[in-house]
């Protein structure tokens, strides 16, 4: 079958035979897979399997399903106190980082991780439910919720994922986005973008100093910085006064788990089915698998266009 891998510091499309890793898993014929801003970061660092955590597709009897990337041991003592984001096995059992991912023709995966999808919800769009998944588990794990003023910096996948969460949780929401199809995408969703005044949540989606410190500038004193994004180079904070002053909270959110007993992964799906908006927004461009090379190309530009670029074998 087809996969896209780096393979002797070169980076393709080969043909590979189907993994057994988990010989005991179930096998899904994929149907979409999206890159993610991590995979253009690790395609620099020759990870040595198959490339792709945010897929669905179909399994042997034509279920269409999503696939929660990470195995949770339900063992450590974090599973146990019902904290399975931050399971302390999960970092070793991820799809497309540390087993072979979607990115391929087929992949197999735990049974666990599979995602039944809501009537109403394309399979070929059900590879959002994972970033949607992550800015779910980010609101979450601020409490937003109907009333408050949220403010989303940075308009990639998981800044207007964001977007759309709180939106559904009943805030009013602004983006703060660099590209002008971020923009429009913040509007067609429902939100406001030109940020201005205190907000009780900030969500950080943007990934840089500037924009950790454009949230404490602008959370009210006593809120909270939600911080989904990845920080690649390290963080450093150039407003830590304000930031003691106003006793502001920084939150960092990691992946996804279980919200008042219901897996994050399930509740994104469910939004997900009620807000096709969101995928006709933040989808700009869909390749085959054979042009693997030139669609990590294209999600590299953002400031051509790109927001999802999305993978079809």
């Not at 006593?222 to 963080?235: F, K, M, Q, R, T």
Request: hydrophobic fraction near 45%; include cysteine; proline fraction near 3%.
């Amino acid at each position: 079958m087809r996969a896209v891998r780096t393979i002797d510091g070169e980076f393709g499309v080969v043909r590979v035979d189907l993994s057994d890793d988990n010989a005991d898993g179930v096998v899904v014929d994929v149907v979409a897979a999206g890159i993610c801003g991590s995979d253009l970061h690790m395609r620099t660092l020759g990870i040595q399997v198959t490339f792709g955590h945010e897929f669905s597709g179909r399994l042997g009897d034509g279920t269409a399903v999503a696939v929660q990337p990470l195995v949770h041991c339900g063992a450590c003592d974090r599973c146990e106190a019902g904290q399975s984001h931050i399971c302390r096995e999960s970092g070793g059992t991820m799809y497309g980082i540390a087993r072979d991912g979607g990115m391929a023709d087929q992949v197999r995966v735990d049974p666990s991780c599979l995602v039944s999808l809501p009537d109403g919800l394309s399979v070929a769009d059900a590879c959002l439910v994972e970033p949607l998944a992550v800015a779910q588990h980010a609101c979450n794990g601020v409490d937003v919720e109907a009333g408050q003023r949220v403010l989303v910096i940075g308009g990639g996948m998981i800044g207007l994922a964001s977007v759309a969460v709180a939106l559904a949780a009943g805030a009013d929401v602004d983006l703060s986005a660099r590209h002008r199809n971020q923009v429009e995408a913040g509007e067609r969703l429902g939100a406001g973008t030109a940020a201005s005044g205190e907000y009780d949540v900030v969500m950080e989606a943007a990934g840089t100093t500037s924009a950790v410190a454009m949230a404490i500038d602008s959370v009210r004193p006593g809120g909270v910085v939600s911080i989904p994004a990845l920080h690649w180079e390290g963080l450093a904070i150039p407003n830590g006064l304000q930031l003691t002053m106003k006793e502001v909270r920084l939150q960092y959110a990691f992946t996804y788990g279980h919200h008042h007993g219901e897996r994050e992964v399930d509740q994104a799906a469910a939004l997900l089915a009620v807000t096709p908006e969101l995928a006709d927004a933040v989808v700009t461009h869909r390749f085959g698998l054979d042009d693997a090379p030139e669609a990590f190309r294209v999600a590299a530009d953002r400031a051509g266009g790109a927001i999802k670029v999305v993978l079809e074998p």
